[in-house]
């Protein structure tokens, strides 16, 4: 297994594809909302059923916005407090 600053200078780190939820909430919600749009797709006309589809993937596409802004936002926080327990020369 390369390391971390190896696999990030190849362009080989992509953790938020390897991640899956261990809430165990996750796979009965996943679940639910699988069988909540194939009952949509039923009750829907192709077209309508379509329109809903797109509408859900300009939704994805914020929410992995903002799943990257919060990862971001997340690892500069971590940075940020190793700088200072590394700087704080009067505690060591």
Do not use: C
């Not at 600053?5 to 699988?34: A, C, V």
């Not at 809903?52 to 926080?77: H, I, P, R």
């Amino acid at each position: 297994m390369p390391n971390i600053l190896e696999s990030l200078y190849h362009g080989s780190l992509f953790p938020g594809e390897d991640m899956i939820s261990k809430d165990p909430h996750y796979r009965p919600l996943n679940k639910q909302i699988t069988e909540s749009l194939e009952a949509w797709r039923q009750k829907l006309s192709s077209g309508e059923f379509e329109e809903l589809e797109s509408l859900l993937e300009l939704y994805s596409q914020v929410q992995g916005m903002d799943m990257t802004a919060a990862f971001v936002s997340g690892f500069k926080a971590g940075t940020m407090m190793m700088i200072e327990v590394l700087a704080d020369e009067h505690h060591v």
